[in-house]
Nanobody, 119 residues
Framework: QVQLVESGGGLVQAGGSLRLSCAASGRTFSDYNMAWFRQAPGKERELVARIVGIGIVTYYADSVKGRFTISRDNAKNTVYLQMNSLKPEDTAVYYC????????????WGQGTQVTVSS
C-alpha cells in the first residue's frame, strides 16, 4: 500500500502562484511514476503532468505548458506541482496519483486538494 497526502491548495487571484505537494509513504517511492490530475466541477478528470521515477517529466497538458512544473524529491518521498500564472480555468480539485513502473493504470490516489483561482 502507498498512502498519498496532498497539501498546498487554496484560494489565489488570477496571475498568482501555488505549490502543491504530495507526500507518499508505504513503499519505495522511486519505483513509482507520479502524476497530478485535476477535476473541475462538471468536467472529467484530466491528467495535468507526469514524472517518472528517475525524475524525467513525460507529460504536461497543453493547457498548463509553460506555467506548471512537476518535480519530485525521492529522498523526501514527495512530488510537487509548481503552478504559476494561474487562471480561473485552473480551478479544480487536484489529485496526485502513483503508478507502479510498468503498470498502465494508476494504483494509488490522494484525497485531493482544492485550488480556486479568482478573476
Amino acid at each position: 500500500q502507498v498512502q498519498l497526502v496532498e497539501s498546498g491548495g487554496g484560494l489565489v487571484q488570477a496571475g498568482g502562484s501555488l505549490r502543491l505537494s504530495c507526500a507518499a509513504s508505504g513503499r519505495t517511492f522511486s519505483d513509482y511514476n507520479m502524476a497530478w490530475f485535476r477535476q473541475a466541477p462538471g468536467k472529467e478528470r484530466e491528467l495535468v503532468a507526469r514524472i517518472v521515477g528517475i525524475g524525467i517529466v513525460t507529460y504536461y497538458a497543453d493547457s498548463v505548458k509553460g506555467r506548471f512544473t512537476i518535480s519530485r524529491d525521492n529522498a523526501k518521498n514527495t512530488v510537487y506541482l509548481q503552478m504559476n500564472s494561474l487562471k480561473p480555468e485552473d480551478t479544480a480539485v487536484y489529485y496526485c496519483a502513483a503508478q507502479f513502473r510498468g503498470n498502465t493504470r494508476y494504483d494509488y490516489w490522494g484525497q485531493g486538494t482544492q485550488v480556486t483561482v479568482s478573476s
